[in-house]
């Protein structure tokens, strides 16, 4: 017997998986760097839910995958274990997913709230959606809004089961190393100074600019203010929360705003500006919008306007017929990304990133990929961020990234932003402050090349 998937079945053969390695690799990455062990198979077990309770009771964290004729792979993540203890469950980090394409998309729910009933019944989330329903090969929304779906989206409205699968899932313990660092990095106090040092002295090639204008552009979310905040920070040598940060469904920050970082509290202004947008968003019409980024990028759009999703910004007539002056345009693009949901990412999104890519090409502006909360991303890394250059998770994901948004894997910089910490710590510095050095490097490059012209 496959001591892995556990129970005998009644065939007495091995009990395997329906899902192909892509679809298995494509729902660890959900879920960050974590195993999955098969618990339940509903054909081999029955649909019963006495024989899902046998088998996925007191298991902690699972998630179930349910196939249907017309093809669709759908099912649902649960962090609390089922017990059948008949309470409400509350769990913030359950979600349901429903395969588009190649790409598992997620759904979080409305509120962490009564994310589950766990009782004696069939497997449901958000007493929504019920699997093996009445005991069969059923799938059935009962109507409630816990999850705003469409379940035409979801599953082609199909509703007959071809099966239904349960997951164990564990944190990996066994996250593979790399023999050498793929990255050298120096984690010491004297190349923090030097680093600091440096972008102190920095001086743009051109020198009608005096301050390098570096945008942020990246889903809701992703750590764009929070970069400015953890840059701010050190710069002030304590942490600061100037730009709003946190979450929400869609983006906190609904401002256009250029951040120029004083060097200490009384200090001069640094030689570059941080710019932090809205986040993008997948569908059309919300979010940041293509028109929007064209308008920063050629430097129309003001600090403190405020972004309008339905109505792309309108230039001050006068202002658009004259161009923008070198100073006053975007050097750097830097397109920030979150580590853990690089594998979620939709296709309308990724097209979303690469027609702005387009842009920012057509305009030759230089361009960088932030790879934000590496801790969440990998457990070697929450423990030592040291360990981020000797990661395979986090090599890999720094691939994925690269790939997915065309940018060469040199040009992604992995980073933690400070989210919770009360202390400065002297990892993040350098891991931070590598990063500004080399946007300024690839400012400088850009304007090397335009400078001349416009100068
Ligand atoms: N653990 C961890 N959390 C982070 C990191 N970067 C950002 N966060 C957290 O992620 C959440 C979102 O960060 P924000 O900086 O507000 O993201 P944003 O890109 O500005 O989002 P919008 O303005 O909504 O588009 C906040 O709760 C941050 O504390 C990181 O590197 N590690
Ligand atoms: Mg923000």
């Known amino acids: 017997m496959n001591s892995a998937f556990g129970a005998p079945s009644p065939h007495n053969a091995a009990v395997t998986s329906n899902l192909a390695e892509e679809q298995r690799k494509q729902l660890c990455g959900l879920l960050g760097n974590v195993e999955l062990t098969l618990l339940y198979k509903a054909s081999v077990h029955g649909y019963q839910a ?8 007191r298991q902690g964290p699972t998630l179930l995958v349910a196939y249907n004729h017309s093809g669709y792979i759908f099912g649902g993540y649960t962090s609390v274990d089922y017990a059948q203890s008949g309470q409400y469950i509350t769990d913030q980090d359950t979600f349901l997913f429903s395969f588009q394409g190649k ?19 069939v ?12 005991n069969q090969p059923l799938v059935y929304n009962s109507g409630n809004s816990a999850f705003s779906i469409s379940t035409g989206t979801m599953y082609g409205n199909d509703t007959q089961l071809s099966e239904c699968e349960v997951y164990k899932v564990e944190q990996s313990s066994e996250v593979s190393t790399e023999e050498k660092p793929w990255r050298n990095i120096l984690w010491t106090a004297e190349r923090k100074d030097k680093l600091m040092e440096m972008i102190r002295n920095h001086k743009p090639v051109v020198t009608s600019v005096s301050r390098v204008r570096i945008v942020m552009i990246g889903p809701v979310g992703a750590g764009k203010s929070s970069f400015f905040n953890s840059i701010n920070s050190i710069f002030m040598g304590r942490i600061t929360s100037k730009a709003m940060s946190g979450s929400a469904g869609t983006s906190v920050t609904t401002q256009f705003r250029t951040y120029p970082i004083k060097d200490g509290r009384e200090g001069k202004l640094l030689p570059f500006v941080l710019c932090d947008t809205m986040g993008l968003e997948e569908q059309s019409g919300a979010g940041l919008d293509i028109e929007d980024i064209s308008s920063i990028l050629q430097g129309h759009v003001p600090d403190r306007y405020k972004f309008n999703p339905t109505a792309p910004f309108q230039p001050h007539e006068q202002k658009a017929s004259k161009p923008a002056s070198l100073k006053e345009k975007i050097h750097c693009v830097v397109y920030v990304i979150d580590a853990t949901k690089i594998s979620l990412m939709s296709d309308k999104l990724q097209e979303k990133l690469a027609s702005i890519r387009k842009k920012v090409n057509s305009l030759g502006i230089a361009q960088i990929v932030l790879m934000t909360k590496v801790d969440e991303a990998c457990p070697l890394v929450e423990k030592d961020l040291q360990s981020l250059y000797v990661s ?21 910089l992995p980073v933690k932003n400070y989210s919770q910490e009360l202390e400065l ?31």
Do not use: W
């Open 103 to 121: 790409i598992p998309v997620s759904i979080k729910l409305n509120s962490g709230y009564n994310a589950r009933i766990d009782d004696t019944g």
């Open 123 to 134: 497997p449901n989330f958000g007493q929504q959606l019920y699997f093996c329903y009445n």
């Open 425 to 455: 710590e002297l990892n993040c510095d350098v891991l931070l402050l590598t990063a500004l050095q080399q946007m300024l490097n690839f400012a400088d490059d850009y304007l090397d090349d335009v400078g001349p012209v416009e100068d």
């Open 392 to 412: 395979s998770y986090i090599k890999s994901k720094v691939q994925e990234v690269s790939s997915r948004l065309g940018v060469p894997v040199s040009c992604v």
């Open 50 to 57: 006495s024989a899902f309770h046998q088998r996925c009771d």
